[in-house]
């Protein structure tokens, strides 16, 4: 069976220090997806980035980047110079690749950042 | 922003009453999913739909039951609420072509309270 492991319940830190979100899987498939997912104060799940298992390289997208490694089953994620407005929940998720491809997530991980 | 609307947005009701939360989606995808999202434990997947009038279950599925006459609606229902189906309900939709992991796009959430 799938699953995800978000270790970290809550996290706090100081506006501008650098943040990472870990987020491990378990997956028997070989081929599968890899999500995360914001989800603001407001509510709504905002899709962050997808990556699938054959693509190992970091994916760098302003402040945010994403290091995936197959040999560890981990996919962390790192807010480089944290904003306020980085304050949510963040939800790490695994898909199949065949069929309805169902997300298995995480228990998601509330991120704080201070002023 | 994907074309996903849910309604009611918030509703409280009385345990043993029967309760439809509507899911409405404007892109024409193929595949629908109700999700509820709990503490601690994420988001988990109740009921899925891969076609008009086809269905099946998730992870949490007892208790619920969902039904897709027209591509655009996917509605659910729980028979009679219990004090356990207290949660936020979110509906998410995604096109995916086999072999691949199309991105899950979710709508705002409807917050269900049973008292």
């Known amino acids: 069976a799938q699953k995800v492991t978000q270790a970290q319940t809550e996290i706090s830190v100081v506006e501008k220090e650098d943040v990472t979100l870990d987020c491990v899987y378990e997956?028997?498939?070989?081929?599968?997806?890899l999500f995360w997912y914001k989800q603001p104060p407001s509510g709504e799940l905002v899709f962050l980035i997808r990556?699938?298992?054959?693509?190992?390289q970091n994916e760098i997208s302003g402040r945010y980047s994403w290091n995936f490694q197959k040999s560890t089953s981990s996919f962390n994620f790192t807010i480089t110079a944290s904003q306020v407005v980085d304050s949510a929940v963040y939800f790490c998720?695994?898909?199949?690749?065949?069929?309805?491809?169902?997300?298995?997530f995480g228990q998601g991980t509330r991120l704080t950042i201070n002023p | 922003d994907a074309g996903i609307t849910q309604s009611p947005r918030h509703k409280v009701t009385e345990t043993g009453t029967p309760v439809t939360l509507r899911c409405h989606q404007t892109?024409?995808?193929?595949?629908m999913y109700w999700y509820r999202q709990d503490p601690g434990h994420g988001l988990r997947l109740i009921h899925y739909?891969?076609?008009?009038?086809?269905?099946d279950k998730g992870e949490v599925s007892d208790g619920y039951s969902v039904s897709r006459s027209k591509t655009e609606d996917f509605l659910l229902t729980l028979e009679s609420a219990t004090s356990s189906q207290t949660s936020v309900y979110f509906c998410?939709?995604?096109?995916?072509?086999?072999?691949?992991?199309?991105?899950?796009?979710f709508g705002p959430g409807t917050r269900l309270t049973v008292l």
């Open positions: 998410a939709i995604s096109e995916s072509a086999a072999g691949t992991a199309d991105t899950q796009y």
């Open positions: 997956t028997r498939d070989t081929t599968y997806y």
């Open positions: 990556r699938n298992s054959f693509d190992e």
């Open positions: 998720a695994l898909s199949e690749p065949q069929g309805a491809q169902k997300l298995v």
């Open positions: 892109e024409n995808h193929r595949y």
């Open positions: 739909s891969y076609g008009v009038k086809d269905t």
